[in-house]
């Protein structure tokens, strides 16, 4: 049947959607799993751990969105 241009780049398009969404509910995660540790009363080391989940979860969001930007303006 020969390929389907259209067809390739909905897939392409799609794959890296999913994959934006996966990082997007990873690094969502870090942040409420970090959030939720420094709402415990014990100030151990679940104060530190629960600041670096929030610092490296929203730090990823940052680097992510800022690569999906980059993309999507040198793909126009």
Known sequence: MGRLPSLEAL????????GR???AIAFAALVIG????LMTPMSDWHDML???MVISGIGGMLISGIGALRRG???R
């Open 11 to 18: 897939g392409s398009r799609l794959s890296r959607n999913l």
């Open 21 to 23: 969404l996966t990082g």
């Open 34 to 37: 970090g959030s939720m540790l």
């Open 50 to 52: 629960g600041q670096l």
């Open 73 to 75: 303006h040198d793909q």
